[in-house]
């Protein structure tokens, strides 16, 4: 079965600052890859879905993705974080023997700061 | 109007009552999930639906059931509630085909509390 791991469940950056949230699966390939992003008091919103199509994927809100094979990584970027951008985030891998069950990660908090 | 809708809201109960959640969508979806967060552990499954005729057991079923009255409709109930299934509770709905296969998407979820 698959597993996901978040490499921190707090991470806190200033207004303006690189996003770097890490994700990793396990060794192998899932069929699809997605992040999530939870803001308070809301249920999960689709950021952005790996599909192999592409190795680095674009997201919603400026958010993006690239998947490593080498590293079973799948870590999520935002080049300039914006106050907005606080919320909790999800890695989720989709299962390749029973397709359609996700696996999600324990979550990231984000916290933005002036 | 959502896509992905829960009932109810919040809901506050004591032990030992039975308790059901309601989910409804109108994405045309085959394929419906329940799931509880917790802090700290992310989603967990608890059970899914791939059809109104499929039922299946996620990791965590245990002390919930359910039931899909309709391609629409999935139900998830605790017929005995303890205060250690004080949680989040979230519906999702995916399809399979198309580029949005096995992208799931989330109702507003349902905050329950056991007393």
């Known amino acids: 079965a698959q597993s996901v791991t978040q490499l921190g469940s707090h991470v806190s950056v200033s207004e303006g600052a690189l996003v770097l949230l890490r994700c990793n699966y396990s060794s192998s390939v899932p069929p699809y890859l997605f992040w999530y992003v939870q803001y308070p008091n809301q249920g999960l919103q689709l950021l952005l879905k790996?599909?192999?199509?592409?190795?680095l994927v674009k997201g919603i809100n400026g958010f993006e993705a690239e998947f490593k094979k080498s590293e079973t990584s799948f870590h999520l970027t935002k080049p300039s974080a914006h106050m907005s951008d606080a919320a909790e985030y999800f890695c989720?891998?989709?299962?390749?023997?029973?397709?359609?069950?996700?696996?999600f990660g324990q979550g990231t908090i984000l916290t933005v700061h002036p | 109007d959502a896509d992905v809708t829960q009932t109810p809201r919040n809901r506050i109960t004591k032990t030992g009552k039975r308790i059901m959640l309601e989910c409804s969508q109108t994405?045309?979806?085959?394929?419906m999930y329940w799931y509880r967060q917790d802090p700290g552990l992310g989603l967990r499954l608890i059970y899914y639906?791939?059809?109104?005729?499929?039922?299946n057991k996620g990791e965590i079923s245990d002390g919930y059931s359910v039931s899909r009255q309709a391609q629409a409709k999935f139900s998830l109930s605790l017929e005995s509630a303890i205060p250690n299934q004080t949680a989040l509770y979230f519906c999702?709905?995916?399809?399979?085909?198309?580029?949005?296969?096995?992208?799931?998407?989330f109702g507003p979820g349902t905050r329950l509390t056991v007393l």
């Open positions: 790996y599909t192999s199509a592409a190795t």
């Open positions: 999702a709905t995916s399809q399979i085909g198309g580029p949005d296969t096995d992208t799931q998407y």
């Open positions: 994405k045309g979806h085959d394929r």
């Open positions: 989720a891998v989709s299962d390749s023997v029973s397709y359609g069950k996700l696996t």
């Open positions: 639906s791939f059809d109104v005729k499929d039922i």
